[in-house]
């Protein structure tokens, strides 16, 4: 499998981290949204949305959108258990995080690490509803040790993406000492690395 990525996307680190706690073989190929390379013809021809994250798998098919990519990936693994109602409840915080979360935390991170511009020049209305998604996942954290389960799903993986780095889009989490709590034991439950090499 190889997977098209930008390590400091936040979308592509849930593929990489849903690939290494699974063991599962791939190789990595680096591509920068910023110079466009996400937007050539050969990558186009491949991947028509021009984002990433995107894999292609061995027999030449490929998938891209990042939740749909780690729920494909942890099939019938721990990350995504056996079950209707437990599946739905997956499903539940992957759309969520999509419609609710990711376009108010990820965007404004993107425009101060990526752009480089202030945390005032921010949109108000992101602003807005990035805190009330951080505030939301605080309450629901509240008495609990993961979003679903006792153990990782890809729904921690899925959230833990942008929330862990939230601060770098000017988002206070010394505040919301549940969700401190809950990435620390993400992060150490699911061993999280940053490294882009080839794996075996």
Same mark, same amino acid.
């Given at each position: 499998m190889k997977i098209h990525g930008d390590l400091a996307s936040g979308n592509c680190l849930k593929v990489k981290w849903t690939a290494d706690f699974l063991r599962l073989p791939y190789t990595w190929l680096p591509v $920068?949204?910023?110079? *466009?390379?996400?937007r050539t013809p050969e990558y186009l021809a491949k991947f028509p949305q021009g984002q990433v994250p995107a894999i292609e798998l061995d027999d030449g098919r490929t998938l891209a959108q990042s939740?749909?990519?780690i729920r494909y990936l942890a099939r *019938?693994?721990?990350?995504l258990p056996d079950g209707a109602f437990i599946q739905a409840k997956i499903d539940e915080w992957l759309f969520w995080e999509q419609y609710s979360h990711e376009p108010y935390v990820a965007t404004c991170r993107f425009h101060m690490v990526y752009l480089g511009k202030s945390k005032k020049s921010r949109d108000p209305l992101k602003v807005e509803r990035g805190e009330k998604a951080l505030d939301h996942m605080e309450r629901q954290l509240q008495g609990r040790?993961?979003?679903?389960? $006792?153990?990782p799903t890809i729904a921690d993986i899925a959230l833990l993406a942008y929330t862990r780095v939230a601060h770098e889009g000017g988002f206070d989490l010394a505040s919301r000492p549940n969700l401190r709590t809950w990435i620390a034991r993400c992060e150490k439950t699911l061993k999280l690395s940053c490294r882009a090499d080839r794996h075996a």
């Open positions: $920068d949204i910023m110079q *466009g390379e996400s939740n749909a990519i *019938g693994s721990s990350l040790t993961l979003l679903v389960d $006792d153990a």
